[in-house]
């Protein structure tokens, strides 16, 4: 793909300006993750046992820890490393809430942690069809970003998203991996289908207008992530637009108006939903920082018929960010 930058009607080769070692993408990601993943920085090169991570990450949206593994060459296997790290983690969880109660200067309890949500990030310029293919399951614990630099300052980041619909424990508990097995015990990635099952018809099939009209060209550079607890819609990987529960009668859905600072100043990508209509309950939850976070709550049923109104104002939030 070639790629150009426009000045007026004049078109001008950007040119790729590869990293020299992996130093570099680590120190543009650990000063962006909020921006690039919507996770929190803890620390760097922590080293526990014989492993070193790399960039160890909270997500205090789902409660969980993130490890980022940067790679410069692909003479590593994705799966064996991506599990052993989860392995390390999940039979080490002290450290892990000691290193981050010591970073964070806070006091994090190891039965706040959502451990099933726990995932690897791995980030390099470019991963081979073998390291793809390793990660095409739908149930993998792993994330694939490649990274790119161009010579006009220009970053971009492009995940590799499996389309399988094959799990990796129907292979591991086939005499496969210890470790894969272990693991699957206590890590979990949902599906769209673990989200939706216990609802009913008539709330299914308002999702399904509503999924649609998300999908739509209105909302570009967006995506769905799937958590145990909701579905997130989020515009460029981590602004969050939309958070849908469902329940079997009801979909609950809250749309992010952002962040209040503990001085009282919003975030900058802060939104007051202008509801003409009165259909929303704003409400606030603190966190532990003191930021409060402002959402707002619709509860739909198998009789609504205004969804029209309802993309109008997850509209509002989608230009905010």
Known sequence: ??????????????????????????????NNVDELFGIEFVSTEFTIGEFRIDSLCYN???????????????????IDQGYSYMSKMLNNKSDFILEFNERKNESLKRNQVDWSQSKVIFVA?????????????????????EIQRFDNKTIALNQHVSQSQESISKISSNGGNKVIREVAKEVKVYSKEDLISHSSDDI??????????????????????????????????NAAIV???????????QISGGTIYPDGKPSK??????DVKKRTTRKESLWSTGAK?????????????DIDYLISLMKQRYLAV
């Open 204 to 237: 299914r099939d308002i999702w399904s207008i509503i999924e649609d009209r998300l999908l739509s060209s209105d909302f570009a550079n967006t995506r769905f992530k799937y958590t145990r607890q909701y579905i997130r819609f989020s515009k460029n990987n």
């Open 269 to 274: 990508q802060f939104v007051e939903l202008d």
């Open 293 to 305: 976070m402002i959402e707002f709550e619709i509860i739909i049923d198998k009789n609504e018929n």
């Open 60 to 78: 205090r949206e789902s409660n969980s820890f993130v490890i980022i593994e940067y790679k410069k060459g692909s003479s590593y296997s994705v």
């Open 125 to 145: 310029p470019s991963f081979n069809a073998y390291q793809k293919n390793s990660v095409n399951f739908n149930d993998v614990p792993f994330e694939l970003w």
């Open 243 to 253: 958070y849908f529960y469902f329940q079997k009668f009801k979909l609950k859905i």
């Open 1 to 30: 793909m070639e790629i150009y930058s426009l000045d007026k009607q004049n078109l001008q080769s950007v040119k790729l300006f590869p990293f020299k070692r992996e130093k570099e993408i680590q120190s543009i990601v650990e």
